[in-house]
């Protein structure tokens, strides 16, 4: 084993142990409401009455997460046989990092750092330990981001077959991964447009994936949802009337004859009340993009109930600050052909996150991006450093 592995190796089981430790420290409950939601869904599944939470939330979710907690259930074991799970796939990330930063960056030492930023980033750790889709959905997204690289740099139509069937099973986890489909492929058809074939296989191969997923909802609501039918209440939860900036959904006040509606009715018609609030109030949205950047990127907890969590938000706060001033210093140095892998996603969140809700869980999946680009910096530092230790000796 070269020296290179045996850090690696060391990097991965230093990022186990933090994990499970978190794991095992971590409350025996479900401390979201979104994991309840899950829950319920996956206990559905398993009962044979179908992916819903309730009869009249038939498609509130997408569907993969809830199958993987069915398929844990199935085995007759717990809570924690998810955690430990989730922490596995923790820890392929860390090695996903490393490979994705050493073919972008071509410097195996750049590499491990990136992939030890990553293993001891305070957010990584703790998502681990809750029954969310991030750890997962961090994971498929690294995979498809090293994909990415692997179809535009080899022009491989399997590749792009791949990296679209990669896609569509992510975004059956996540939906916010669907609408990056289309953000990076205009990207990519721009900055290579002798690759539209291949950006045209990998939309392709993305629908084909979500056709079930598509065909089942249009045989249960008689029209098209792609994904969930919770579009049109978030849209009004992050633009609508009182809108914040956070999440207010416990307490948003909907307007007169949602309830008397039906699912799909309830997604289109607070679709259409965001869209006529909007119109009254063309500014609004400008001053909530604001609030929404400065949460998503806020270096601790933007809840104050999570802030009395002392220790694990100073914690975050301090990783947080020793990274963001990493990435703005290797951004100088961050090659033109790595900005498409790189910051692209970054932009990408940024300005979804502008429109739905800000939060610090939402940077969670491409915070491997500024782990890569803080990692130029430190490498350069540390050489920096090296040279004028070297001079001094001499």
Known sequence: MSRIHKILFSIILLGFVLRI????????????????????????????????QTQTLQAVR???????????????????????????????????????????LRN???????????????LQIAFCSLVLTETWFCFLFLCSLLLLFETRESSNSKNAVLLGCLCGIGSLFRTVLLPFVAFVGIFWMCSKRSQWRLVIVFWISTFIIMTPWI???????GDFVPTTTKTGVNLYEALGPNATGGPRMLIMKLPSGYSSLNEIQRDKFLRK?????LKENPFSPLYLAIVKFFRLWNIGFNDLKLRNLRYVNYAIMLFSCGLYICFFYGLLFLQKKNRFYLLLPILYVSLIHMIFLGSIRYRVPVLACLDIIAAIAIHRIFLQFTKIQNYIGE
């Open 21 to 52: 430790i978190v794991v095992f420290y971590s409350p025996d409950h479900f401390v979201f409401s979104d994991s309840v939601s899950y829950n319920q869904i996956a206990h559905n599944i398993l009962s044979g009455t179908g992916f819903h």
């Open 62 to 104: 997408p569907p993969l997460y809830s199958s993987f907690l069915a398929l844990i259930y199935l085995l007759n074991t717990n809570i924690l046989t998810i955690k430990i799970l989730q922490t596995v796939i923790g820890c392929f990330s860390i090695f996903l990092v490393f490979i994705l930063a050493k073919k972008l």
């Open 108 to 122: 195996s030492n750049a590499a491990l750092i990136a992939a030890f930023l990553f293993a001891v980033d305070p």
């Open 215 to 221: 065909i089942r909802n249009a045989v249960v609501f």
């Open 273 to 277: 009340k965001t869209w006529e609030f």
